[in-house]
């Protein structure tokens, strides 16, 4: 079955998200991947991302950024952004997935694991019963060979996109253009 690695939504990036419509819906948590998700794959913060923090706590939510990269990576990241992490996840595995939710303290159901791979953030998700937004990964544009895995991913989210039942399942929260 490929349900298991569909997310609940599918965004164009982390920008795209109306945080508070998600927490108008209830969720009070966000588990954030970092690599190809907020920054390219091993580059530090950036001023949008840390604002980002900032304008999703100012609305309520607690945040977490759950990755599996080192903890001087996380670190060094974070250095300007108040959040919980968990470095060396392990993702998909479940275990930190609900370390996540202890340290929230919040329920699977008010909190959404947001990040750009199908084969570790969403797998991960479905697996712990969280709900998931998949974004589209940061490509730095010159990268001409796309992984094996990336093309497997494409595969499952052609499968994805014809299957209506398993789109938008929290629903109506792509922030619309202005
Ligand atoms: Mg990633």
Do not use: C
Not at 45 to 59: A, M, N, Y
Not at 132 to 143: A, H, P, R, T, W
């Amino acid at each position: 079955m490929l349900k298991i690695f569909y997310p609940y939504e599918y965004v164009e990036s982390v920008f795209s998200i109306d945080y508070k419509k998600l927490y108008e819906k209830g969720y009070r948590g966000l588990i954030f991947d970092i690599d190809n998700t907020l920054v390219h794959h091993g580059e530090d913060s950036t001023r949008e991302i840390d604002e980002l923090f900032k304008e999703v706590q100012k609305i309520g939510f607690k945040t977490l950024v759950l990755s599996n990269n080192s903890e001087n990576r996380v670190q060094k990241f974070l250095e300007n952004i108040d959040s919980l992490y968990i470095h060396d996840a392990k993702k998909p595995s479940v275990p930190n997935y609900l370390k996540s939710l202890e340290m929230l303290n919040l329920k699977k159901e008010e909190t959404v694991v947001i990040g750009d791979q199908v084969f570790t953030d969403v797998f991960g998700a479905n697996r712990s019963g969280i709900a998931s937004i998949l974004v589209k990964y940061m490509d730095k544009g010159n990268e001409i060979k796309i992984g094996k895995r990336r093309q497997l991913e494409k595969l499952i989210l052609g499968f994805y996109k014809r299957n209506k039942k398993y789109q938008n399942r929290i629903g109506n929260i792509v922030k619309e253009k202005e």
